[in-house]
């Protein structure tokens, strides 16, 4: 059965690395394997699918946090495999990869200069062009936007009910408040309303015992 290669990409915190690993600790006792690879060494990518060719597991390569600069190596080595161009990806093996930037690189305002157009339609730059065609080389794009403030609130108090060793949180109307405000005031502090940060939170709440 086909599937195609992801790219998990938006905003940082919100789980895009937890959902691959949720996927390999779901499909792990059926043969799933998860090799993860850093960026500095996607060049060795044609010897690491030498060696996976032709094993009975499945395999997910996973590149976790990927952004390049256009110089790097990794990129070519990287668009090259997802192209075929290197050598043949294994039927056993599937790319997924997240990033806070949709197209892996970055976009710089000289790009958007030196558009054109032509008989009234735009065409981008070859810059800009060239820094879209790595992400448009994986089958599948899932995007993870911003939590909202109620979705925030809703992983606060769900952390705060999993601490380890952690006494039972007050449920009274007065203490939910406080620790909602409590709660928007970390995240302000951070710059970010993510799962990262209601997990963050939770653990500081819990280790105080404001009760």
């Keep these: 059965m086909g599937a195609n290669n992801v790219l998990l990409w938006g905003s940082r915190g919100t789980g895009k690395s937890s959902l691959i690993k949720a996927i390999f600790n779901a499909l792990s006792d059926q043969g799933l394997r998860l090799i993860e690879v850093d960026k500095d060494d996607l060049v060795q990518l044609p010897e690491i699918l030498d060696l996976l060719r032709g094993r009975p597991e499945r395999f997910i390569l ?108 007050p449920t009274t109307p007065a203490h939910l408040e406080a620790i909602d405000q409590a709660a928007l005031r970390w995240a302000l502090r951070r710059g970010s309303r993510s799962g990262r940060t209601a997990r963050q939170f939770a653990r500081d709440w819990a280790g105080q015992d404001p009760t």
Excluded: M
Excluded at 116 to 133: Q, Y
């Design 62 to 169: 996973f590149c976790d946090d990927l952004s390049f600069e256009a110089s790097e190596s990794g990129y070519k080595a990287l668009k090259a495999t997802l192209d075929g161009s290197i050598t043949a990806t294994p039927e056993n093996l599937l790319i997924y990869a997240t990033s806070n930037r949709r197209h892996l690189l970055p976009e710089l305002q000289s790009d958007n200069r030196d558009a054109r157009i032509l008989d009234g339609e735009l065409h981008p730059s070859e810059s800009a062009e060239e820094k879209i065609s790595l992400s448009d080389r994986f089958g599948l794009w899932v995007a993870f936007h911003p939590f909202t403030q109620a979705q925030y609130l809703a992983l606060v108090h769900h952390w705060l009910a999993h601490q380890p060793n952690a006494p039972p949180t």
